[in-house]
């Protein structure tokens, strides 16, 4: 796989990239949202054969770049929901669940959120509690990876989120290129973009993952 330096920290646009295409509508209520190529065909057959069993998967988030992860981010920062925390402190707490602009897996195309953006509808909605049991059971057959677990094992990094799923065989290479050359200028040009490094975002965060 070749890697183009300007993907990892998602400083492209997705409509203009002929790696990435567009994902249908049977997958998504979102208008306009892109995955790699390789991974969107992997979902398609993992849809398909959820749907065989009965279980519907809807994609609610695919790539994300910079700019609107900087969106995100920037109006956490600026919401009441952080205003009691300060500085290093709101961004280690925005932390649990965002990534900062530059370290996100969704600018690389090969992640996706799926169903509902809370642990609990997954383990406590009687839909939910399927969706999950099923992915559990049968993504890692179709490439997908839960990559945010429960932290038991000690794993640092954000909290866990049962809806977000990796499509491994494309982002192991992002990541180790991503590792081995952390993209410049990937932190600035947002709030609290300075507690980066002291942080540690690309050790912890970016590299704060379990595998299978
Ligand atoms: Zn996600």
Known sequence: MEINPAHLAGQFNPADDSEFQVISERFTPKARIFLRIEALAAFEAMWSAARKDGIELVILSATRNWTYQRGIWNRKWSGPRYSEF?????????????????????????????????????????????????????????????????ASNGRPGYREEKWHWSYLQLADPLLACYLSHPPNGAFEGFEGAQWSDSIGIVESYVNGIDRP
């Open 86 to 150: 300060e500085g290093k402190a709101r961004a280690i707490e925005i932390l649990k669940y965002s990534a900062m602009p530059g370290s996100s897996r969704h600018h690389w195309g090969t992640d996706i959120d799926l169903n509902a953006f809370e642990n609990e509808w997954f383990e406590n909605d009687t839909v939910g509690k399927a969706v999950y049991a099923w992915l559990k059971a049968n993504a890692p057959q179709y490439g997908y990876h839960q990559v945010y677990g429960d």
